[in-house]
């Protein structure tokens, strides 16, 4: 090697170590630039997290909303829920949690836009916007044929249903959560219970407390406690169980066993609702003396008073109607107090109303199959209305009147209602079934409650939200 080159080296690996250290600087100083100018235009939002099934399911849910920086604290005032929407927020850190007081519509899409969101470094005040679409339902009916009945699965925006499960002669079923329990009749007029997985469609047969009949199935979507009344087979005097009602725990020991009263004994009763929400339930004596009960917990059974029936639940579980002697009522389950209601004319029409079944919407209100006398008082219609507490307004009535309103469903977020009925009467013939009979024909129509507009209609009856 030369002399030459060999001085040369030195000086050329001087200018490439100056050369990159002075590209190094400068890439340094651009990223704290551009470091810098993102600080300064304020919080930016990076990612976010909502599970659009669980915010119509459950009330409480939360979009959680990750910001590219701490963000400080900011009210509820400067959160815009679009549609409108209950909440609180809550930060901490990068994260901005909104939680939604109630659950939110179906297949609806919704904006939250958060106004002057500031770091904890600096009052650089920006926006931050997020939309998503939630979810629409599950619903689930009983559509009775030859040589099966049908429990079907369907949406509210689907033309058709796909079958969950099908058998000879169902009487009704009800959904928990992650099971139906459905009961069916055998021709010696005796029922059986099953339990039908919705993961993969397991039948897990119920063993009851002896040959009977399973009737008043009821159960919390969102829990995992089942109810029903049993009474025993044959024409005993004195049966070991008459209306008796029973409840399955699907957490616990999977055993039938019945919910007891004040007395500790089996309680007999002439109607029970579930509650929405944990593990309670109502229940409606032979005596007429009606008790909120926990049947998982020894003793936990509170008297409410006497009534001659007992209506709806409230979605939000807070109140319920009664009847009794001198009418119907609004019974507050926390304090036990009392509230007369009565139906409202109905569009103001001055016709006479009469007041059937009702049901409270958390939102205000409440949904109610009223009778309408029409002039002259010799023919009256049945209409499901919605009553704000002056006036009614007709959700739902069949074509010409001539068919009949059987019952109601509102949807768990009070936006939907779900209504049982026999388009024609006059035509209507019964399908013969010794417990738990319907009319050949019956459907089921979707009303929303908001705007009074059909939504669909489907080819049977008891539909589970």
């Known amino acids: 090697m030369s002399r030459t080159s060999t001085e040369l080296r030195p000086r050329s690996l001087g200018r490439f170590r100056r050369a990159l250290s ?12 551009f470091f810098t100018l993102g600080y300064l235009q304020g919080p930016k939002l990076s990612s976010a997290q909502v599970d659009v099934k669980a915010v119509i399911d459950q009330p409480g849910q939360q979009l959680r909303l990750f ?14 829920v679009t549609p409108g929407a209950a909440h609180t927020v809550t930060t901490k850190g990068d994260l901005i949690a909104v939680q939604f007081a109630g659950r939110l519509e179906y297949g609806t899409r919704y904006q939250v836009r958060i106004d002057g969101v500031t770091s904890i470094y600096q009052a650089q005040p920006s926006t931050i916007s997020y939309t ?12 009775r044929g030859q040589p099966n009945d049908d429990i079907m699965r369907t949406t509210l925006g689907a033309t058709g249903g796909t079958v969950v499960y099908s058998a000879p002669h169902i009487q009704d079923f009800v959904r928990s959560e992650g099971a139906l329990a459905v009961a069916t009749l055998a021709d010696d007029k005796t029922s059986s219970l099953a339990l039908v997985s919705l993961t993969d469609g397991a039948v897990e047969q119920v063993k009851l407390p002896e040959a009977g009949v399973v009737q008043k199935l009821g159960a919390s979507p969102t829990g995992t406690m089942i109810g029903f009344t049993f009474t025993s087979a044959g024409d005993s005097i004195t049966p070991a169980y008459s209306s008796t009602l029973m409840f ?16 500790g004994k089996p309680l007999r009763v002439l109607a029970w609702q579930m509650m929405p929400e944990g593990t309670g339930l109502l229940a409606l004596s032979r005596e007429r003396s009606l008790f909120l009960i926990d049947p998982l917990t020894a003793g936990a059974v509170t008297p409410l ?4 029936d007992l209506g709806l639940v409230s ?8 009847n009794d002697p001198f009418g119907t009522a609004v019974l507050t389950i926390a304090d036990g107090t009392q509230v007369r209601i009565a139906a409202s004319p109905v ?38 209305a919605f009553d704000d507490g002056t006036t009614s307004t007709v959700l739902y009535r069949t074509p010409n009147d001539a068919g009949s309103i059987e019952s109601f469903s509102i949807s768990p977020n009070g936006q939907y209602v ?48």
């Open 132 to 143: 998503f679409t939630t979810a629409s339902p599950d619903l689930y009916y009983l559509h």
């Open 22 to 33: 002075t590209v190094v600087v400068s890439l340094v100083v651009l990223c704290g630039v």
């Open 315 to 322: 979605r939000d579980g807070t109140v319920v109607t009664v």
């Open 347 to 384: 569009d103001n029409s001055g016709s006479p109303t009469y007041l059937g079944v009702a049901e409270l919407v958390p939102t205000g209100g409440r949904v109610e199959k009223v009778v309408i006398a029409q002039p002259g008082g010799k023919r009256f219609s049945s209409v499901l």
């Open 67 to 80: 910001a590219n920086q701490p963000v400080a604290q900011l009210k509820a005032a400067q959160v815009v």
């Open 248 to 263: 399955l725990d699907l957490q616990g020991a999977r055993v039938v066993a019945p919910v007891t009263g004040l007395d």
């Open 418 to 465: 779900a209504i049982d009925t026999v388009p024609d009467t006059s035509a209507a013939v019964s399908d013969g079934y010794f417990y738990d009979a319907r009319f050949v024909g019956t459907e089921t129509v979707f009303v929303e409650i908001a705007s009074g507009k059909v939504v669909k209609s489907l080819d049977g009856f008891s539909l589970n939200w």
């Open 305 to 308: 008073g006497q009534f001659n």
